[in-house]
């Protein structure tokens, strides 16, 4: 069975980064409906709650693993994200370091996709198979560095353009992608990419891809879920 410990180590070092990347492609206000979908023990719901004054919370896993500090605010469900039917639609929905580890990421993410209400926002995130060292041991070895054999929590690699793809057909405009997470450089002995090297280069020097989309539509008054 999967761990919470498999859950936080396949993210990496860079996991602050890429929730703070996450946020911002969120663009979150206050007065929201949030919904975090492999939301794990509730860092992000956390987060949310504590800094931007939300409508609701709701958070969905396979496994409960929810800290009972946010029990009271979080409209929790143990339920597998392939599974998310019948869920209250909200105005950001995330996914973030999710998908990967699911046997059916496709049908995830076009459930998550028809849970984004009208002028509402889905983000989510997944390993980059795009970069330098990814590309360097495909070439050498034959794998992808972070779907490598044996590593059981990364199941689904997702190329972005199949993502893209998914979202459009769920009605959902797909923003430009962005990336987070400093990459290591290969043969470095661990270290990874300076700032400016990712800057100009992100998409071969960072660990996570993520894609933003929206949902047209006019969001209803936050005030009416106050």
Request: aromatic residues 6%; negative net charge; glycine residues 8%.
């Amino acid at each position: 069975m999967r761990t919470y410990a498999d859950q936080l180590d396949s993210a990496g070092s860079s996991m602050e980064e890429i929730v703070q990347a996450a946020l911002a492609a969120a663009r979150p206000q206050p007065g929201l409906r949030w919904l975090d979908i492999g939301c794990g023990r509730g860092e992000l719901l956390r987060r949310i709650r504590d800094e931007w004054r939300p409508a609701s919370l709701g958070g969905i896993d396979a496994i409960d693993w929810l800290d009972e500090d946010l029990r009271a605010d979080v409209d929790f469900h143990k339920v597998a994200a392939e599974d998310a039917d019948e869920l209250p639609v909200a105005d950001r929905v995330l996914l973030i370091e999710v998908i990967e580890h699911l046997e059916a990421p496709w049908s995830a993410l076009r459930k998550a996709a028809r849970l984004v209400a009208p002028g509402g926002r889905l983000v989510v995130s997944t390993p980059n198979v795009a970069t330098l060292r990814t590309r360097l041991e495909l070439a050498l070895r034959g794998n992808l560095t972070s779907f490598r054999p044996g590593y059981d929590p990364h199941i689904s690699p997702a190329l972005p353009h199949v993502t893209e793809r998914i979202l459009r057909e769920e009605g959902l405009t797909p923003e430009p992608p962005q990336f987070a997470g400093a990459d290591v450089i290969s043969l470095s002995k661990g270290r990874v990419w300076p700032e400016r090297i990712r800057l100009r280069y992100p998409a071969l020097t960072s660990v996570s891809l993520m894609i933003a989309a929206a949902r047209d539509g006019e969001r209803p008054d936050p005030g009416a879920f106050a």
